[in-house]
């Protein structure tokens, strides 16, 4: 309300200052001619240097106004926008269109403020525009219709390349997105020493001006179009103006209009087509915007992922029955997983194995309803997942993927975002942290579990891989759910790291399922039982020693993992001699 009180204000400005400079010239030329009182036009002068003043004001209090009301705006949109990613399925996000579509409406929060302070100073610009021309009416009706010819076709072309500016950032989004992907590669911590030792640099840099180039070409022929286009608008203007000026030397000349008046219409005039130009710009950038919050509604609209709405609540996991599960990603056009039968019943730990893609990372996003499948292929309590309450469903669920989190938090944030309403029970987060053997090391940190992780942030401690994944791991354990999900949990732990937490983890969790991936067989052999799947199919299923019994896939696996151990020369040169063999079937 007061920057739109602001803006009438400064709407009417510019007419009371040339009114106040027609008042002042007639009465200067009468001062001059007539010797007359000279306090009237020294009064007029003292009015426009207070105009000038009141004028400068309001200019700085809508400022400042405008900044509150940016704010409050950008508060608001980024809230509401990462809420709605917050609610967003979780495909959604393996989608590339999804990310451009992203970049585009993240901008929006700057462009729905833009849009409210463009359209108070359109509004503004309008009463100054409307007002003028209601003065120059006065004087003589043909302005009117000098500044309609000229004005319509600026506004056409302001508004077409509204449009186009629109339509070639839809064309760049993801043509900038690589081009950062591009430029961060070179400064990213995770990839830099890569990049260093493999030489990349020069390589990337290249492929980052490539696309640099491109992004600007686009962006520059459209601005030489725009500017050319723009310039016969700019002619249109001057023609106006210049007859506009011939009009008002006739007019004087009949002796319908004093000196004053004159130098009023030609102000009237420049001001009406400064404001003219103005508008039809900031109607083409409205125009513009408004594509872009066209963006933003269908972001908004986008469906959601129903949580919490679902009629079954989960208290506790009893077992989960997995019944023919197949599973096809959108992009693909096979199914990635196929007929997948699995009975998880409470305190049951099983082992999933097989070789890389064969599905098992897949199925256990299946599993915690990350993905949605057909109804009936994984019942949780005897219901089907569609029905059953997923947030309830997930809080009984502790997952460790493969490519955890690493939380640039403390230490006690780090465990605690297991159980975030528990985030301050420091004694269950350090006992979770013994569980994975990482509280010694935790509690050496100079301000111990309130020690900051990771080295983005200064005064941060890094922590080795494996570091980081017990630490990963402890915040699975905090969880205290009935399910525990490990994809891979002890890549990166030492052989005595992981013989200790995968030992501890099956002791304390007698009443805790415990659904784990893992490339190393002898973790498996401690599960109740052992699935090894291919080719998203489960191809055996069964106890460790029944498995080995069959002589079948998990035999091979497990039998040529154990020769590792027992004599890992005899198996590297039956392995090259494989080669060897199967090179020689190639060649033949
Ligand atoms: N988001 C995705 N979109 C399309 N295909 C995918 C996606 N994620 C995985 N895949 C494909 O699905 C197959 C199974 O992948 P998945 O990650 O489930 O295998 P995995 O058994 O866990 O492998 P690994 O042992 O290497 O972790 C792979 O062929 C992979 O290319």
């Known amino acids: 309300m007061l920057s739109l009180t602001f803006r009438v204000l400064l709407g009417i400005l510019p007419l009371t200052s040339i009114w106040l400079t027609n008042l002042l010239v007639n009465e200067v030329v009468s001062v001059i001619q007539n010797q007359t009182d000279i306090r ?47 609610r967003l399925p979780y495909l959604t996000f393996e989608n590339p269109i999804f990310y451009d579509k992203y970049q585009r409406v993240s901008n929006s929060s700057s462009n729905v403020m833009s849009i409210v302070q463009e359209v108070l100073s359109l509004g503004s610009s309008l009463i100054t525009i409307f007002s003028l021309i209601g003065y120059l009416f006065s004087i003589h009706w043909s302005f009117i219709v000098l500044l309609l010819i000229t004005t319509i076709p600026i506004l056409m072309i ?11 950032l839809r064309f760049l989004t993801p043509m900038g997105r690589r081009e950062s992907y591009v430029s961060n590669l070179l400064n990213n911590k995770f990839t830099f020493k890569e990049v260093r030792l493999y030489g990349l640099a020069p390589f990337l840099i290249g492929e980052w001006a490539k696309l640099f180039r491109i992004n600007a070409s686009e962006q520059m022929n459209l601005m030489k179009r725009e500017v050319r286009w723009s310039s ?5 203007l001057l023609i106006a103006y210049s007859a506009s000026g011939v009009i008002t030397l006739l007019l004087g000349m009949q002796g319908r209009i004093r000196v004053g008046d004159f130098i009023a219409v030609l102000q009237a005039m420049e001001n009406v087509q400064k404001g003219l130009s103005n508008s039809t710009s900031t109607i083409s950038r409205l125009y513009e915007k408004s594509l872009n919050i066209q963006d933003l509604k269908e972001f908004l609209q986008a469906e959601e992922q129903v949580v919490g709405k679902q009629e079954a609540q989960v208290q506790r996991i009893d077992s989960i029955v997995v019944d023919q599960l197949c599973f096809r990603y959108p992009n693909q056009e096979h199914a990635v997983i196929q007929d997948i039968d699995l009975h998880i019943t409470a305190g049951k730990k099983i082992a999933i194995v097989g070789e890389n893609g064969s599905g098992k990372t897949t199925l256990i996003k299946c599993l915690t309803g990350l993905y949605n ?35 640039e938090f403390s230490a006690r944030y780090n465990i605690g975002f297991g159980r975030v309403e528990d985030v301050d029970n420091l004694v269950g987060i350090q006992h979770a942290a013994a569980q994975t053997n990482i509280h010694d090391y935790l509690d050496s940190l100079d301000e111990k579990y309130e020690s900051l992780l990771g080295r983005s942030f200064d005064g941060g401690n890094e922590l080795s891989l ?23 949990p002890t890549a990166a732990l030492d052989p005595r790291s992981e013989v200790e937490i995968i030992d501890n983890l099956f002791r304390l969790a007698t009443n805790q399922s415990i659904l784990f991936i893992t490339h190393r067989l002898g973790a498996a052999s401690l599960a109740d039982e052992v699935v090894v799947m291919k080719n ?11 498995l080995l019994t069959l002589d079948g896939e998990y035999a091979k696996l497990y039998n040529s993992q154990a020769k590792w151990y027992n004599n890992p020369q005899e198996t590297a040169q039956e392995q090259e001699s494989d080669h060897y063999e199967q090179e020689e079937e190639v060649l033949t």
């Open 536 to 546: 998203g199919r489960i191809v055996e299923q069964g106890t460790h020693a029944q």
């Open 158 to 168: 302001d508004v077409k390349f509204g449009g186009m500016r629109y339509q070639l």
């Open 40 to 86: 009237f036009a020294l009064y007029l002068l003292l009015g426009q240097l207070v105009l000038f003043g009141v004028g400068y004001l309001i200019g700085q209090v809508a400022k400042i106004n405008d900044q509150h009301l940016d704010n409050l705006v950008n508060f608001y949109m980024t809230h509401t926008l990462l809420k709605k990613v917050d």
């Open 466 to 488: 494996g570091q980081w994944q017990k630490v990963a791991l402890a915040r699975t354990v905090f969880r205290n759910s009935d399910l525990i999900i490990l994809d891979e």
């Open 232 to 236: 016969i608008g700019e002619v249109l």
């Open 373 to 407: 499948t057909e109804p009936q292929m994984i019942q949780v309590n005897g219901e089907p997942l569609q029905v059953v309450d997923r947030r309830s469903y997930q809080d009984r669920i502790a997952v460790l993927f493969q490519d955890y989190a690493k939380y």
